[in-house]
């Protein structure tokens, strides 16, 4: 897998070569300080693991994209390249992104490390998919994608789907191993799956009203496992084809994997069922949306009773009234997890009874993060917070009531409100003696003043957490970007969106 994404970015960024095409250009700079223990929630989470759990940090980021067409074909190569260097971040120096997406019509081929966001709610004001949220370091991966919505032929735009396929690379082994105490398990060189399929049913050009409704999953499997299940062991788990295949297909995983396994499905496999509901008119638009989490097959259907792992949001869109563009509002549960108990199959006991689904936490894996902050929901604890410096994830249970607001004042000026609470019970097999609960907010402001050179963008903000969970912190951050675009056949400046 890791050489197949070297050799096709490799191919792929010699043809694009030599061609002509539109070039944005992009530099950032950001720092944060604040007092605590911990930098705020809001100036870590969402925001594709560039931040850090520091209560000061900074980074520069350098960036380039391209968009062109080949010829007079239905094809269209885009690329981007992100670097950013930093302090106190994840790494010193990091490639934040690093991929070319070749489309054709509504087909997409995608090809390296990418920033990518949930397929619901406004990402600027939600907490994010369960599964994929926008909260850790994008992964490198080759992908094949319907990314917007396909009108199926003979439906007249009534019925639509969209999907993806992706298989890909963790990247965070040094990471790990830098991270964990001496004789705790890390793992490297682990493997990724994704997949989702999702409809659309209604046509809002004819009619306001319209439905969404489909199923992702993800996969961790393959690479190594150093001092296994609290022990000196090292598991180098199978990668082969048909490694691939259990990843696509969930299924119980043979004499090559760890026992529990073999017991139940081979690798750390979650997903989530996700629904919308929208109405579109000329002035607002107003849209409910539902995403349902679950471990292996547990809950997957409704064989604990109905579900309650859920993140359930209201969203309304204001296309006129510039004060108030978006608001968000989000009721988020994860406490129950199908119950309390948890036993496999036995000769004596021959029930099985998939409760305690500890969601996020997986026994090979650790669990679902990227270079230690959550993939899923932000509103599980990553293990960066974690003081005895391993690598499980020990608060899943948690309900949370979230609220968002962002519009603009002026012309040139534009704000964002995010205010979140929690309550946080920790795990069944590791709770907390007490509720730890949480209140996090933000205040952001963003000048866009009228600059030469591009268009530019400058950012403060100030953000707060109250509680016992991450303790009383706060943080002021300051950003700065500015980008431009250029054609290779016009070498003509101009600004652009950031």
């Known amino acids: 897998m890791r050489k197949t994404l070297l050799i096709a970015l490799a191919l792929l960024t010699s043809a694009i070569a030599t061609t002509a095409q539109t070039i944005t250009e992009r530099q950032e700079a950001t720092a944060t300080l604040g007092s605590g223990t911990y930098a705020p929630m809001w100036h870590i989470a969402n925001r594709q693991g560039l931040a850090s759990e520091k209560t000061s940090t900074a980074y520069a980021r ?4 391209g968009t062109h067409p080949l010829g007079k074909s239905n094809i269209t190569l ?4 992100d670097i950013v260097a930093g302090h106190n971040t994840a790494s010193p120096i990091f490639i934040q992104q690093a991929n070319i997406d070749l489309n054709w019509k509504k087909l997409q081929l995608s090809v390296g490390q990418k920033e990518r966001w949930s397929e619901y709610g406004n990402h600027r004001l939600t907490t ?3 599964v994929e949220s926008g909260n850790a370091r994008p992964i490198p991966q080759v992908r094949i994608a319907l990314p ?3 009108d199926i032929p003979g439906c007249q735009g009534w019925f639509a789907i969209k999907g993806h396929l992706a298989y890909g690379t963790f990247t965070d082994g040094k990471w790990q191993e830098n991270f964990v105490a001496p ?4 793992t490297s060189g682990v493997l990724y799956h994704s997949k989702s399929g999702l409809m659309r049913l209604g046509n809002d050009k004819k009619f306001p009203l319209t439905a969404e409704i489909g199923l992702q999953m993800v996969a961790q499997f393959g690479g190594t496992i150093y001092n296994w299940s609290g022990s000196e062991n090292t598991v180098y788990a199978p990668e082969r084809l048909k490694d691939y295949f259990l990843a696509l297909i969930p299924l119980k995983g043979d004499e090559q994997y760890v026992g529990p396994d073999q017991a139940n499905i081979a690798g750390n496999v979650l997903g989530s069922w996700q629904g919308a509901i929208n109405w579109n008119s000329k002035k607002w638009r107003l849209g409910l949306y539902y995403d349902h989490v679950f471990e292996d097959h547990s809950q997957m259907f409704w064989e604990y009773g109905l579900w309650t792992e859920q993140l359930i949001g209201l969203e309304l869109e204001l296309h006129t009234f510039k004060w108030i563009k978006h608001i ?5 549960n994860l406490k129950l997890q199908s119950g309390p108990i948890y036993h496999d199959s036995t000769t004596r006991f021959p029930d099985q009874i998939s409760c305690a689904d500890n969601n996020y936490w997986h026994h090979t894996y650790g669990g679902w993060f990227n270079y230690g902050q959550m993939i ?3 509103l599980c604890t990553s293990p960066i917070y974690n003081t005895d410096n391993t690598l499980g994830i020990y608060n899943t249970r948690v309900e949370a009531f979230h609220a968002g607001i962002e519009g603009t004042l002026l012309p040139w000026l534009h704000y964002r409100l995010l205010f979140t609470h929690s309550n946080n019970w920790g795990t069944y097999f590791h709770p907390f003696k007490d509720i730890k609960h949480n209140t996090s907010g ?7 003043p009228n600059l030469p050179g591009g268009q530019w963008a400058i950012t403060t903000s100030f953000a707060l957490d109250k509680g016992r969970l991450y303790g009383n912190n706060y943080g002021a951050m300051l950003s700065i970007k500015r980008c431009g675009t250029y054609t290779t056949k016009k070498a003509k400046n101009k600004a652009t969106a950031i």
């Open 442 to 448: 933000l205040v952001e402001f963003t000048f866009t």
């Open 376 to 378: 899923g929901t932000p």
């Open 62 to 65: 350098l960036g380039a994209g």
């Open 183 to 186: 004789g705790k398990a890390h």
């Open 128 to 130: 994010g998919s369960l």
């Open 78 to 81: 885009n690329w981007d390249l």
């Open 328 to 332: 968000t509002a989000e009721y988020f």
């Open 148 to 150: 917007q919505y396909w």
